[in-house]
C-alpha cells in the first residue's frame, strides 16, 4: 500500500502489521503502480488521473475527515472504496473553533502584538475593546459533528444558538436551546457565524460579497472547515471596510497559499489549519485510515466509508 510519509510516527508498528508499505511524501506525485490502498494526507488530490494510474487500487483512505481531495464520481465508477476519519477530531477541532472565537472577539492577537511591540503604554479604558459574548448569537453553518460540538459550548458563554443544515437536530436543540434557521436568516442575526458544512459543488463560495453584506455589520466570520466555502477577496474587502467585525480563518481555498489581501487585512486571526492537532487526534485519525486499510483488504467491509 501507499502510505503518507508524514505520518511514520503517528503509527505504532504493530498497527502495520502484515502490509507492504511505500511511503509517499506530501512533496512526490502520486505513482503509477499496482498499489492495492493509498492513505493519502488531505492535501493529495486523488483524482481520475491518480486512480487510472492506480489500477488494482481497492480503497483510498483519507486520513482527513474531510474528503474533498477525493474524487468521488471517479472512485465510485472504478469501484474504488473511499473512507474517512470521522468522530476522533470532533472535540480538537471544536475546541480550536473555540480558540478563534474568543481570540477574534477578544482582539487576542492585537494584545500580543501591541505588548510585542513594547508600545504598549499601560491599562486604558478603550483599548482593544472587543465583543462581549453574553446574550449575543451564534450562527452555526452546518451542525453535524463539529458544529453541534462547537454549540455545546456555547452556553456557559450565555450565546444563544442558531443553525442550519438539510435535516433538524431534536437532540441537539433541546440540549443546547438551539433554533434551526434557514441560512438567510442565520447570516443576517448571527453576531458570530461559524462554518461546518463540508466543501462540495454546493457549498463552494457560500460565503461571497453578496452572503457577507447580509451579515451583520461588525459581525464575526470563523472557518475551521474548507476554504472553499469562502470567496477570500471579498471577505478582505468586508474586513477592509469594516462591515465584517473580524475573522478567525484555520483553512484556506489555495493551501498554503493565501490570498494576499487576505494576509493584509486587518481584523484576522489566520491558522495553519491545524483543527485536529493535538497528539492523541492525528494518531486516531492515522489509526483509523489504517484500520480502513486492514479491514478492506482481508476481505471485510470498510470501518467509515463516506459512502
Ligand atoms: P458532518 O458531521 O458530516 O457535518 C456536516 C454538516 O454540514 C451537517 O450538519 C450537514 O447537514 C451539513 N451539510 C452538508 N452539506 C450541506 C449543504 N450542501 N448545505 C447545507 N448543509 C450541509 O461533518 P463534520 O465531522 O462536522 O466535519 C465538517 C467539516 O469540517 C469536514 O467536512 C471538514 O472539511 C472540516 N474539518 C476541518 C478540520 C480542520 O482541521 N480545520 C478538522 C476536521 C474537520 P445534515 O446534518 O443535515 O446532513
Ligand atoms: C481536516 O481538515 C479534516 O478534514 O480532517
Not at 76 to 88: A, C, F, I, Q, S
Not at 100 to 112: D, K, N, P, Q, W
Not at 172 to 193: K, N, Q
Not at 246 to 260: C, K, R
Request: glycine share 8%.
Amino acid at each position: 500500500m501507499l502510505i503518507a510519509a508524514e505520518l511514520k510516527n503517528l503509527l505504532e508498528p504493530s498497527q502495520l502489521a502484515d502490509l507492504d508499505i511505500t511511503w509517499l511524501a506530501a512533496d512526490q506525485p502520486t505513482p503509477k503502480g499496482d498499489w492495492v490502498a493509498i492513505v493519502p494526507l488531505l492535501s493529495r488530490w486523488v483524482g481520475g488521473t491518480q486512480l487510472k494510474n492506480l489500477p488494482n487500487l481497492r480503497i483510498v483512505a483519507n486520513c482527513a475527515v474531510g474528503y474533498n481531495n477525493v474524487d468521488l464520481v471517479a472512485a465510485e465508477m472504478r469501484k474504488v472504496l473511499v473512507t474517512n476519519t470521522p468522530g476522533v477530531l470532533t472535540e480538537a477541532t471544536a475546541d480550536l473553533t473555540w480558540a478563534l472565537i474568543l481570540a477574534t472577539a477578544r482582539r487576542l492577537i492585537e494584545g500580543v502584538e501591541l505588548v510585542r511591540s513594547g508600545q504598549w503604554t499601560g491599562w486604558h479604558p478603550e483599548q482593544l475593546l472587543g465583543l462581549e459574548l453574553r446574550g449575543r448569537i451564534l450562527g452555526l453553518f452546518g451542525a453535524g459533528r463539529i458544529g453541534q460540538a462547537v454549540g455545546r459550548r456555547a452556553p456557559p458563554f450565555g450565546l444563544r444558538i442558531l443553525y442550519t443544515a438539510r435535516t433538524p437536530k431534536p437532540d441537539f436543540e433541546r440540549e443546547t436551546g438551539a433554533a434551526r434557521v434557514d441560512p438567510t436568516r442565520l447570516l443576517a442575526e448571527s453576531d458570530i457565524v461559524s462554518l461546518h458544512v463540508p466543501a462540495s459543488p454546493e457549498t463552494k463560495g457560500i460565503i461571497n460579497g453578496e452572503t457577507l453584506a447580509r451579515m451583520k455589520r461588525g459581525a464575526i466570520l470563523i472557518n475551521t472547515s474548507r476554504g472553499d466555502l469562502i470567496r477570500e477577496e471579498a471577505l478582505a474587502m468586508a474586513l477592509e471596510r469594516g462591515h465584517l467585525g473580524a475573522a478567525g480563518l484555520d483553512v484556506y481555498t489555495d493551501e498554503p497559499a493565501i490570498h494576499p489581501r487576505l494576509l493584509a487585512a486587518p481584523r484576522t486571526v489566520l491558522l495553519p489549519h491545524i483543527g485536529s492537532a493535538t497528539e492523541e487526534t492525528r494518531r486516531n485519525m492515522a489509526a483509523i485510515a489504517v484500520a480502513n486499510v486492514q479491514s478492506v483488504l482481508s476481505g471485510k467491509p470498510p470501518l467509515t466509508p463516506v459512502y
